[in-house]
C-alpha cells in the first residue's frame, strides 16, 4: 500500500510543479492563448484533485500504526492544493504590466477603472463558478456514496437471503434426525421388552425344568 502512495506523491510532485509554472505565465498572456492554458491547467487541477482522493483511499488502507505519518504528508498536499487554487484564481483575473498596458492602450488613465471594475466582476464570475463547480463535486461524491450503500445492502441483504437458506436447511436436518432418533428410540424399547420377555420365558422354563427334576426325584424315592 505504501509503495502506492509513494507513486501517487511523485505524481502530485510532477503535476503541482508544471501547474505552478504554468500560473505563473497566465498573467503574461492575453486572449486566446491564456483562454487555452487556463482550459489546460484546470484539467491538470483536476486530475491533482483525483491523485489526492487516490492518496486519501491508500491512507485508509494503510495499518493504524504507520497511518500518521502518511495522513500528516496528504494533509500537506491538500494545503498545497488550495493554495494552487488560489494562485490560479487570481491568475485568472491578473495582467502583468505589459499585458495591461497592451489592452489599455494609450488611454491607460482613463479605462483603468474600468479594468479594476471588469476584474472585480471576472473574479465575482469566477468565484460563482467555483461554487457551482465544488457543489457538482459534493453532489457526484454523494451520489458515489449512495450507489456503494445500495451496493453494500444488497450485499447484506444477499447474504441474509443465504443464512435464512442455510438456517433453513439446517432445521430441516435437525427435524429430520430428531425423527431418527425416535424412530431409534422405539426400536431400542421393542429389542429391550423382548430381551425381558426372553429372560422371563428362560427363568419359567428353568424353574419348570428345575421342578420337574424335584418331583422326580421325590417319586423316584417314596418309591423304595
Known sequence: MS??????????????????????????????EKTQLVLNVDKQLEE????????????????????????SRLKSYKQEMEKLEKDFKRSRIAYSDEVRNELLGDDGGSSESQLIKLREERAHLLDNTERLERSSRRLEAGYQIAVETEQVGQEILANLHSDREKIQRSRDRLRETDANLGKSSRILTSMLRRIIQN???????????????????????RGH
Open 3 to 32: 509503495s502506492d502512495f509513494e507513486t501517487y506523491e511523485q505524481d502530485f510532485g510532477t503535476l503541482t510543479a508544471d501547474v505552478t509554472n504554468k500560473i505563473g505565465r497566465i498573467p503574461k498572456l492575453a486572449g486566446e
Open 48 to 71: 491533482v484533485r483525483e491523485l489526492l482522493e487516490q492518496m486519501d483511499l491508500e491512507v485508509r488502507e494503510i495499518p493504524i500504526q504507520s497511518r500518521g505519518m502518511y495522513s
Open 199 to 221: 429372560r422371563v420365558l428362560v427363568f419359567i422354563l428353568g424353574a419348570i425344568i428345575l421342578l420337574t427334576i424335584v418331583l422326580a426325584i421325590y417319586f423316584n424315592l
